[in-house]
């Protein structure tokens, strides 16, 4: 069995949510299982000096203008939301709940999420709605709610964090395969390549 595609992610990020929607093709292509690892940024910015690149003048104005013209390339469905960016802890943690009460259901959370953000405008870090959404995809709401306010998810969400900045990853998407990293969804033809090639 192949190593699995290590792929971390934070919601509020517009390219994390282009990887979000192709990795799993990738992954079925080559073989691979993919491990879902969602993240928050913010923690790892402020340990770096930098920030949001939407944030940033000047590069700020290019990722936005950047973002609109990847999605209608890669045909992905994509509108900006109205507030953004956004903090990413309730879903981040809502989708490590998931992955430890219902494995099953992870993925389609994590994707409806990004999806819902991004080409819904529905504001995911706002609680009651990570929690409607969860509920239409079968997950108990009440179950989800007593947990997302537990010292023992946000703990997970800390270490998640800490344990992919020792990882070195510093941006959304960042994938690591067999070792080897790849930061953005622009790196994804490099990444098929590795996963075809074994190298590159």
Do not use: C
């Not at 929607?21 to 928050?40: F, M």
């Not at 010292?151 to 990882?167: C, N, S, Y």
């Amino acid at each position: 069995m192949s190593n699995p595609i290590d792929f971390y992610f934070d919601f509020s990020s517009p390219y994390g949510y282009f990887g979000a929607v192709e990795i799993g093709k990738l992954a079925e292509k080559y073989g691979r299982q993919v491990n879902w690892h969602p993240i928050l940024l913010g923690p790892i910015f402020k340990n770096l000096g930098t920030n949001s690149l939407v944030l940033i003048p000047v590069k700020g104005e290019y990722s936005r203008h950047d973002m609109g013209r990847t999605a209608r390339f890669h045909n992905i469905f994509f509108k900006e939301p109205g507030n953004f960016p956004i903090g990413s802890q309730v879903a981040a943690r809502a989708v490590l709940w998931a992955q430890e009460r219902h494995p099953e259901k992870a993925v389609n959370l994590i994707l409806t999420l990004y999806s819902a953000y991004f080409t819904e405008d529905i504001d995911i870090s706002v609680p009651a709605n990570v929690l409607r959404i969860a509920a239409d995809l079968g997950i108990d709401q009440g179950e989800l709610e007593a947990a997302l306010g537990t010292q023992e998810i946000k703990d997970k969400l800390r270490a998640a964090t800490e344990g992919a900045a020792q990882k070195g990853v510093f941006g959304s998407p960042f994938v690591i395969v067999d070792g080897e990293p790849f930061w953005g969804f622009d790196r994804y033809p490099q990444l098929e390549a590795f996963l075809k090639n074994g190298k590159i």
